[in-house]
């Protein structure tokens, strides 16, 4: 058994060199001495730990009487708004019931890919739609609006005329 780090063949040398300094008659008084330190440095760290738990008794009392009024606050907007949450998910759900009476396949399409990929599914104006699909809408809806840009075309701010490219029948005749 080692105590910190100090075995029992340690301690037997230690015990000998402090006979062997201090003599028979002055190691009751050491003894003595050591047992009130470590008595004094427990009863040092009690009320150390008292005073602490007092600081942080001190600090929640306060939050718990403020949250309580709060809390008994919000449980009756809580039973006041619970309603128009279900009514709201009874209106999601109907709209997805009745975009799925109108589209069947797209409606299938949409469960197996929510349940697949775990997407969320949202309903816009034109029924529900998975998130993946308003990207690439969005995106296919950019491209659909704005025109290729090719090496010989540049993009005209408002306000000023578009010049007309050189036409190459023309420019051979002149040139």
């Known amino acids: ?3 910190l780090g100090v075995g029992p063949m340690e301690l037997i040398v230690i015990l000998l060199l ?3 300094f201090f003599g028979p008659d002055r190691l009751p008084e050491i003894g003595a001495k050591l047992g009130k330190g470590v008595r004094s440095m427990r009863q040092a760290t009690r009320d150390f730990s ?12 306060p939050v718990s009487e403020i949250t309580a009024p709060v809390q008994q606050i919000a449980q009756p907007i809580q039973e006041v708004v ?3 949450q279900d009514v709201k998910a009874s209106a999601l759900a109907m709209s997805q019931a009745a975009q799925a009476v109108r589209d069947p396949g797209k409606a299938i399409r949409d469960s197996v890919m929510q349940s ?5 599914a949202t309903v816009g104006d034109d029924g529900p739609r998975t998130v993946e699909d308003e990207s ?14 090719d090496e010989g075309t540049r993009s005209i701010p408002d ?6 490219p050189p036409n190459s029948a023309a420019s051979d005749l002149a040139g």
Do not use: C, H, Y
Not at 50 to 61: V, Y
Not at 136 to 148: C, F, G, I, W
């Open 1 to 3: 058994m080692d105590i």
């Open 18 to 20: 402090l006979l062997v």
């Open 50 to 61: 008292e005073e602490l738990q007092q600081a942080r008794d001190a600090i929640e009392k």
């Open 82 to 84: 619970q309603p128009f």
């Open 116 to 120: 697949t990929k775990g997407v969320k």
């Open 136 to 149: 690439s809408n969005s995106s296919a809806v950019e491209s659909a609006s704005a025109p290729p840009e």
């Open 159 to 164: 306000g000023e005329r578009p010049t007309e």
